[in-house]
């Protein structure tokens, strides 16, 4: 079964500065997808990134970006001149493909809260 | 974010009752699905429906019994629970189930508290 790990409850960053939250996976399965969400105090949860396995080339979004190694099973988050709004619980995901599998699989970890001090 | 909506957003039962949770979602999406949230615990996928038909249940127990009537429209009807099932419930949308349309939307949740 495959499993999403992240093993940072809690990170703080100081405004403008650079931010690495890390995530693991285990998996078999060689073509895969992986997310991270940002879930603000009682707000509602959205998308940051996303990454196809298949590509080598790290998925970037503005100020975020991602450190895929494949290999290593490893998935980490960038986020660049952090603002007081990137604070929030962040989730890394793990989606298999539901095609080749026959089950669908949506997998979240256990959520790194970040907080941004001014 | 009023792309999909949860009522209520806070909810108090009993173990002997039944109660529903609702979900709606304005974005025209084909699938909705069901999460669990509880704290320090990853978020769990509950159900997934995708043109109202259930393509995923992973192993839920039966006191949890959804219902999609439309593609809108998304319920959790809730019986017999018990104290370990207070958590936040989350609603979430997507375009279809297939990776390059199956970001999840996700509603505010509703806050379960079983006494």
């Known amino acids: 079964a495959q499993t999403v790990t992240q093993s940072q409850p809690e990170m703080s960053v100081q405004e403008a500065e650079t931010v690495t939250l890390s995530c693991t996976y285990d998996t078999s399965e060689s073509d895969y997808y992986l997310f991270w969400y940002k879930q603000p105090p009682s707000r509602q949860m959205i998308l940051v990134i996303r990454?196809?396995?298949?590509?080598?080339q790290n998925a970037t979004e503005n100020r975020f970006s991602v450190n895929f190694q494949k290999a290593a099973k490893s998935f980490s988050l960038k986020i660049s001149d952090s603002q007081l709004g990137d604070a929030a619980m962040y989730f890394c995901a793990y989606r298999s493909s539901a095609i080749t599998s026959g089950t669908y699989k949506y997998i979240f970890g256990t959520g790194t809260r970040l907080k941004v001090l001014a | 974010e009023t792309g999909v909506t949860q009522t209520p957003r806070h909810l108090v039962m009993g173990m002997t009752n039944k109660k529903s949770l609702k979900c709606e979602q304005h974005?025209?999406?084909?699938?909705m699905y069901w999460y669990k949230q509880s704290a320090k615990k990853p978020l769990e996928l509950m159900f997934v429906y995708s043109l109202e038909e259930r393509v995923e249940n992973n192993s839920v127990p039966s006191r949890f019994s959804p219902e999609c009537p439309n593609s809108s429209h998304l319920f959790l009807h809730l019986h017999t629970l018990q104290p370990e099932d207070s958590a936040l419930y989350l609603c979430?949308?997507?375009?279809?189930?297939?990776?390059?349309?199956?970001?999840?939307?996700f509603g505010p949740g509703t806050r379960l508290t079983v006494l």
């Open positions: 990454q196809e396995a298949y590509k080598q």
């Open positions: 979430a949308s997507s375009q279809d189930t297939g990776y390059f349309t199956d970001t999840q939307y």
């Open positions: 974005l025209g999406h084909n699938a």
